[in-house]
């Protein structure tokens, strides 16, 4: 075992079948690494005597210590004994994971009028660049954005 880095992550190589690679400093946290290459961060824990199992998200799109404060945060709800697992189910809603909540946190956020870096600091992210991903603009404040300029060109253009 060893501590889950970029580094660590991006060494992993495909093999012919699926394989696992766990943290040694936070029990249950691990990557996934599939033969087509993808890798994907997955937190397990037992709820009862039931081993439970939860994607945190693709190495794509989420990094390290963001699948560290993911994972912290279930095994936290596990441990009190919560089953996050369980929630989701009752829920109906099974392929919701944490890190599509953030995202879409982030786009209301952007959407609502605030800032990259205000938004970055309430996900914990400490690079403006991170928080640029994951907010997605939806499409109406686009279309109102470009209708605006729009306007403002003709009026440019008239005068």
């Given at each position: 075992?060893?501590?889950?880095?970029?580094?660590?992550?991006?060494?992993?190589?495909?093999?012919?079948?699926?394989?696992?690679?766990?943290?040694?400093?936070?029990?249950?946290?691990?990557?996934?690494?599939?033969?087509?290459?993808?890798?994907?961060?997955?937190?397990?824990?037992?709820?009862?005597?039931?081993s439970?199992?939860?994607?945190?998200?693709?190495?794509?799109?989420?990094?390290?210590?963001?699948?560290?404060?993911?994972?912290?945060s279930?095994?936290?709800?596990?441990?009190?004994?919560?089953?996050?697992?369980?929630?989701?189910?009752?829920?109906?809603?099974?392929?919701?994971?944490?890190?599509?909540?953030?995202?879409?946190?982030?786009?209301?956020?952007?959407?609502?009028?605030?800032?990259?870096?205000?938004?970055?600091?309430?996900?914990?992210?400490?690079?403006?660049?991170?928080?640029?991903?994951?907010?997605?603009?939806?499409?109406?404040?686009?279309?109102?954005a470009?209708?605006?300029?729009?306007?403002?060109?003709?009026?440019?253009?008239?005068?």
């Open positions: 075992m060893t501590r889950l880095t970029k580094r660590i992550v991006e060494g992993a190589t495909p093999k012919v079948k699926e394989y696992y690679l766990w943290d040694e400093d936070i029990p249950g946290l691990g990557l996934r690494v599939l033969p087509s290459g993808r890798k994907q961060y997955i937190v397990q824990y037992r709820a009862g005597r039931r439970r199992r939860i994607s945190l998200g693709p190495h794509t799109v989420l990094t390290a210590e963001q699948a560290r404060t993911n994972a912290l279930i095994l936290s709800d596990a441990r009190s004994g919560k089953d996050p697992a369980a929630e989701r189910a009752r829920a109906d809603l099974p392929e919701v994971r944490i890190h599509d909540l953030r995202h879409t946190f982030a786009s209301t956020a952007i959407a609502a009028g605030h800032s990259l870096p205000i938004i970055g600091k309430l996900l914990g992210h400490t690079q403006v660049q991170t928080t640029a991903r994951y907010a997605h603009l939806a499409a109406q404040p686009a279309v109102l470009a209708d605006s300029i729009s306007d403002v060109l003709d009026q440019a253009m008239v005068a």
